[in-house]
Structure formats: C-alpha cells, structure tokens
C-alpha cells in the first residue's frame, strides 16, 4: 500500500535534493524506520509548513485533486456526494470542491454528532440509507473504507460518475504526476490557499496504534525516528 513519509535526505543522486534537506515523498511501503525509494517521488518541504502539516496533506490532497480535477473536471455547479468526509481524504474533497465552486453534499456519519459536522458547517448532510425523492448529483466520491452501496449509483445523474480514491495505482502508474500533485499542494499549504490539516504525531514504532487512528478517521502523521535514505 502507498504510504506517506517525510524526513531528511541522507545520500544525494541526480536530483535538486540536497544532503540535509526535509523532504515529502508518495512511497509504497514507507511505515519503516529506512527506505529506499526513487528521488521523483519526493519533494522538498515547504518551511512554511511543518514536517507533520506536509506529511497529513500529503496524505489526502494529492489522490484526491487527480480524481476530481483531472479525471472527473469537477466545475463550478456540479453536485458533489461525499462518503466518508470524516476521514481525511473526505475533508480534503469537501475542501476542493469549494475551491473549485461545488455544491456539496456529505453522506451523514454513522455518528450524526461526528465533529466535522459541528466544526465545519457543511453545505448539506444527507443520510444516504433514506435519500430524499429525486435526490441526484453528478458526482460520487467515495473516501471511505466500505464499497459503495449500489443503490446510491441510481442517484447519479445521466453522465454522472462515481470515483474511488486509489493512490497507490496513481504512483505505480504515473510517478510524474503523483510529483507534480505533491508539488503544488504542499505550495498551496504554504501559501493557505489550501486549509491546512494540524495532525495527531505518534511514533512509527506504534503503527498498529496509528492505523486504528486511521481507520477512525484521525489524521494522523507517522514521524519516523530514523534517517531516509535516498
């Protein structure tokens, strides 16, 4: 599985990174005290941004900008369903579809009290086990854990479509872009045209701690104790 990881770069190779230099990179299997991992997967960490702010954004806005910008071009106007919102990949969706003009609708946590929906206000809340009558939208995405109920697809509109978020396939596939994608979030982090996360750190030596924290919906950023080597 892709993973996320952020630290110092230990050996140089033919890159602009530097001995030294804090760094952000999309790489499969990166939950490990050393990797060793191709230099175009990483990036260099903005300073405005924390190691830990970079790493959680990382973790979400990258995929989520490939499924919404580039393949589904979501616009001013179209109707966007979010499942999940309260995982981190499902904030950064609600994020981007706002900067990009959505309407947005959030499938309502199994617990209706979540904090998202109080810290948040989202646009609309709808419980997706009892949509109103003639609810459509153009767009599904689906950033949470469980497959998407096939009931929900008679809600898309004709023309309409459903996304799932798949990083891993994305870096495998196209390296250069997931680059590119890292790139420009984390400018847009440092710059606060995109919100930034503000993570819970908890030491990569308790991964399996963190992966329940994820699975709950925390964002959560793994801080190694070792140095990368690139």
């Known amino acids: 599985?892709?993973?996320?990881?952020?630290?110092?770069?230990?050996?140089?190779?033919?890159?602009?990174?530097?001995?030294?230099?804090?760094?952000?990179?999309?790489?499969?299997?990166?939950?490990?005290?050393?990797?060793?991992a191709a230099a175009q997967l990483f990036v260099a960490c903005p300073l405005e941004l924390s190691l830990?702010?970079?790493?959680?954004?990382?973790?979400a806005y990258p995929q989520v900008r490939h499924v919404l910008e580039?393949?589904?071009?979501?616009?001013?106007?179209?109707?966007?369903?979010?499942?999940?919102?309260?995982?981190?990949?499902?904030?950064?969706?609600?994020?981007?579809?706002?900067l990009r003009g959505?309407?947005?609708?959030?499938?309502?946590?199994?617990?209706?009290?979540?904090?998202?929906?109080?810290?948040?206000?989202?646009d609309h809340t709808v419980n997706i086990a009892a949509l109103p009558a003639g609810f459509t939208v153009d767009l599904i995405l689906n950033a949470g854990p469980a497959a998407t109920p096939k009931e929900l697809l008679a809600a898309l509109r004709r023309g309409g479509s459903l996304v799932e978020l798949d990083l891993g396939r994305l870096i495998a596939r196209r390296p250069e872009?997931?680059?590119?994608l890292l790139a420009s979030t984390l400018a847009e982090l440092a710059s606060g045209a995109l919100p930034r996360f503000e993570p819970r750190v908890?030491?990569?030596?308790?991964?399996?701690?963190?992966?329940?924290?994820?699975?709950?919906?925390?964002?959560?950023?793994?801080?190694?104790?070792?140095?990368?080597?690139?």
């Open 177 to 180: 872009r997931a680059q590119v």
């Open 202 to 230: 908890v030491p990569i030596q308790n991964i399996a701690f963190a992966a329940q924290q994820l699975a709950s919906g925390a964002v959560v950023s793994l801080v190694g104790a070792s140095p990368l080597l690139l």
């Open 70 to 98: 580039q393949q589904a071009e979501l616009g001013p106007g179209d109707r966007l369903l979010i499942l999940g919102v309260e995982r981190p990949e499902g904030l950064a969706a609600m994020h981007i579809g706002r």
């Open 102 to 122: 959505a309407e947005i609708f959030l499938a309502q946590p199994a617990d209706a009290t979540h904090s998202v929906l109080q810290e948040l206000a989202p």
């Open 1 to 36: 599985r892709a993973g996320r990881y952020q630290h110092q770069v230990r050996r140089e190779g033919a890159t602009a990174l530097h001995i030294g230099q804090a760094v952000v990179g999309l790489v499969p299997g990166s939950a490990a005290s050393h990797i060793t």
């Open 52 to 59: 830990e702010q970079a790493a959680a954004g990382a973790l």
